[in-house]
């Protein structure tokens, strides 16, 4: 497989052509942005651990009959990838209250649910991923209703296999972002990464965060969250 030029550059990883047009390689930084972009930093290793997670447990998915856009692990940055146009939805599923939902509705965060609870932002920088009616996904043109079952019982039944694989580990799933992205033949596939910079993940005995919220908030002892969860999953894995 032939590394070629970069085509895009984001704000944790960034995504090369190959010699196959339906490959790309992405490769994670160790570069972390938070609040749209207004607040950045470097977060040591973060890359090795983003992209060792995020592939393991894409691997673990797959098995369990959700296809994603996992080829192969070429280093301990960077990742062989199926070519996607990204679906502009961020995915967010909600275990626990916290961040924004506990924000937006005046509530302290640890409030366990019931049932989980899906929603979908816009995808958009510029206007900084706004939550979104469910309607509204269609009447953008962003998926069709079918792709948006899809899209949703899949997120479900990623978050099912996820907590129950955090658990494992001794932690817990409060929420995660995932992204899926439409493959040439048409299908959905999921995309992007999952990770600490993606979940929220509290230590199912202490409650500590070990994940981007320590960044986000300036908890202090960031690269040691993400190597202990990292740790977590490779212990668990044996
Ligand atoms: P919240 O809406 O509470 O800020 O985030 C919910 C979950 O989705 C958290 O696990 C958070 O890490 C993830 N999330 C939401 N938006 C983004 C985003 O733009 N980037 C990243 N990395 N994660 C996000």
């Not at 989980?116 to 510029?126: G, I, L, T």
């Amino acid at each position: 497989m032939e590394k070629r030029q970069q085509l895009y550059e984001g704000k944790a990883k960034k995504v090369f052509a190959t010699d196959d047009p339906q490959l790309l390689i992405v490769s994670y930084k160790d570069d972390a942005t938070a609040f749209n972009g207004q607040k950045k930093g470097t977060i040591k290793g973060k890359g090795v651990v983003n992209n060792r997670m995020s592939n393991r447990l894409m691997q673990l998915l797959e098995k369990k009959g959700v296809p994603t856009h996992f080829v192969e692990e070429l280093s301990e940055r960077e990742t062989l990838v199926k070519r996607v146009s990204i679906v502009r939805l961020e995915v967010i599923v909600r275990n626990i209250a916290a961040g924004s939902f506990a924000k937006r509705y005046g509530i302290d965060e640890g409030k366990v649910f019931a049932a989980p609870a899906v929603e979908f932002s816009y995808k958009s920088d510029a206007l900084g991923d706004p939550l979104m009616a469910d309607d509204h996904i269609p009447a953008l043109g962003l998926a069709t209703p079918e792709e948006l079952d899809y899209i949703r019982a899949t997120a479900l039944k990623i978050n099912a296999f996820l907590k129950e694989f955090w658990a494992d580990c001794g932690v817990t799933l409060v929420d995660f972002k995932i992204e899926f992205g439409k493959t040439a033949d048409g299908s959905i596939i999921l995309a992007d990464e999952i990770s600490p910079d993606t979940c929220r993940l509290w230590d199912s005995a202490t409650g500590e965060k070990l994940d981007k919220d320590r960044f986000r908030r300036d908890l202090g002892g960031v690269e040691e969250a993400y190597a202990e969860v990292m740790k977590r999953l490779e212990e668990h894995e044996g």
